[in-house]
T-cell receptor, first 112, second 117 residues
Framework: GESVGLHLPTLSVQEGDNSIINCAYSNSASDYFIWYKQESGKGPQFIIDIRSNMDKRQGQRVTVLLNKTVKHLSLQIAATQPGDSAVYFCAEKGAGRRALTFGSGTRLQVQP | NAGVMQNPRHLVRRRGQEARLRCSPMKGHSHVYWYRQLPEEGLKFMVYLQKENIIDESGMPKERFSAEFPKEGPSILRIQQVVRGDSAAYFC???????????????FGPGTRLTVL
């Protein structure tokens, strides 16, 4: 069946360092990927997305990389700040569907 | 621009009661999705609706759960005869419909935390 999972459940970084959060997916028919940030007690907040016909997309301080060969997705956060501390979820969408399949999440802890 | 709105934010029910969760999508969005999240887990898809139509309910439990998105008013997720296992955070998301084509980006509301005693 479809599954989306993360390699590291918790990532601790120093303020100012770059963070890399990884995600593996199994559905080769996925055509859309998205990263969300979720703070405690809040809903998921959109960070960045990417379609399967791309391998890299950049936003403000964030970059998403997609490697379809090994079914791997990563989120890079530059100059990590304390406000970046949260749980990060990757999600994918299969072609022809609207439902998102979420990974289990990675907790990012930023040490001052 | 108001985001996706959900109410109530917190709901407490006793076993056997009914729970009604409401979701108003972002202005201009005509696609609504419901997801459930257990503590320390990712979100699980439940149902996808457009106005007056259920498009995909593959994630909905077969019994006690229903959803609607009427022509007027918010989308409603209804859980009948709640059990303790229904305790979770329920999130609604919406996506825009640009020039008749829905985009894939889903924007989430703050969620409803349901506690069943």
């Amino acid at each position: 069946g479809e599954s989306v999972g993360l390699h590291l459940p918790t990532l601790s970084v120093q303020e100012g360092d770059n963070s890399i959060i990884n995600c593996a997916y199994s559905n080769s028919a996925s055509d859309y990927f998205i990263w969300y940030k979720q703070e405690s007690g809040k809903g998921p907040q959109f960070i960045i997305d990417i379609r399967s016909n791309m391998d890299k997309r950049q936003g403000q301080r964030v970059t998403v990389l997609l490697n379809k060969t090994v079914k791997h997705l990563s989120l890079q956060i530059a100059a990590t700040q304390p406000g970046d501390s949260a749980v990060y979820f990757c999600a994918e969408k299969g072609a022809g569907r609207r439902a998102l399949t979420f990974g289990s999440g990675t907790r990012l802890q930023v040490q001052p | 621009n108001a985001g996706v709105m959900q109410n109530p934010r917190h709901l407490v029910r006793r076993r056997g009661q009914e729970a009604r969760l409401r979701c108003s999508p972002m202005k201009g969005h005509s696609h609504v999705y419901w997801y459930r999240q257990l503590p320390e887990e990712g979100l699980k898809f439940m149902v996808y609706l457009q106005k007056e139509n259920i498009i995909d309910e593959s994630g909905m439990p077969k019994e006690r759960f229903s959803a609607e998105f009427p022509k007027e008013g918010p989308s409603i997720l209804r859980i009948q005869q709640v059990v303790r296992g229904d305790s979770a955070a329920y999130f609604c998301a919406s996506s825009p419909n640009l020039r008749g084509i829905s985009t894939d980006t889903q924007y989430f509301g703050p969620g409803t935390r349901l506690t069943v005693l």
